[in-house]
T-cell receptor
Framework: GENVEQHPSTLSVQEGDSAVIKCTYSDSASNYFPWYKQELGKGPQLIID???NVGEKKDQRIAVTLNKTAKHFSLHITETQPEDSAVYFC???????????WGAGTKLIIKP | NAGVTQTPKFQVLKTGQSMTLQCAQD?????MYWYRQDPGMGLRLIYYSASEGTTDKGEVPNGYNVSRLNKREFSLRLESAAPSQTSVYFC???????????FGPGTRLTVL
């Protein structure tokens, strides 16, 4: 079955700098790759997603890139702000079902 | 419009006790999910329901049962709680027309 690995587990960046979180997946049939943000004491919330027919997608300061050949995708956050501090999860799913397989999460810390 | 609600928010059980975690949604979504979240392991799917009256096992179903009471409600039951079931439990929903999952605020369960 699908396996998703996420790195790093913790990332500390200076406010205003960029942050990059990377995930790799094992199932070449996977075609949907969302990123969720989880703030303390809350459930995860979708921030951006990408499908396998697209190489990059942007939404203001957030972007996701996908390399199907290498089976990895990344979350890029530019001009980081204190409110970006949270745990970020990547996930992958295949067309055979809507079950998401999740990465272990990255705790992003924005230093003032 | 409350979205996805979960009760209780916190619960402490003794080994062998039983309890039911409740989830309700007012989003009119067909699909509902139960996940558990453990440190360093991301989210793992316990059970899901594609529509009222149907349920299917996920990645980690052992020790749990579910009931899709109606379109709005999806409950998770622990018949004989074990310390290994100490976790944070999240309910999520999804509309048929999208891949986005919407999460409740979670239930933090401790089994002593």
């Amino acid at each position: 079955g699908e396996n998703v690995e996420q790195h790093p587990s913790t990332l500390s960046v200076q406010e205003g700098d960029s942050a990059v979180i990377k995930c790799t997946y094992s199932d070449s049939a996977s075609n949907y790759f969302p990123w969720y943000k989880q703030e303390l004491g809350k459930g995860p919330q979708l921030i951006i997603d990408i499908r396998s027919n697209v190489g990059e997608k942007k939404d203001q300061r957030i972007a996701v890139t996908l390399n199907k050949t290498a089976k990895h995708f990344s979350l890029h956050i530019t001009e980081t702000q204190p409110e970006d501090s949270a745990v970020y999860f990547c996930a992958a799913s295949s067309p055979s079902n809507y079950q998401l397989i999740w990465g272990a999460g990255t705790k992003l810390i924005i230093k003032p | 419009n409350a979205g996805v609600t979960q009760t209780p928010k916190f619960q402490v059980l003794k080994t062998g006790q039983s309890m039911t975690l409740q989830c309700a949604q007012d989003m009119n979504h067909n699909s509902m999910y139960w996940y558990r979240q453990d440190p360093g392991m991301g989210l793992r799917l316990i059970y899901y329901s594609a529509s009222e009256g149907t349920t299917d096992k996920g990645e980690v179903p052992n020790g749990y049962n579910v009931s899709r009471l109606n379109k709005r409600e999806f409950s998770l039951r622990l018949e004989s709680a074990a310390p290994s079931q100490t976790s944070v439990y999240f309910c999520a929903t999804r509309a048929d027309s999208t891949d986005t999952q919407y999460f409740g605020p979670g239930t933090r369960l401790t089994v002593l």
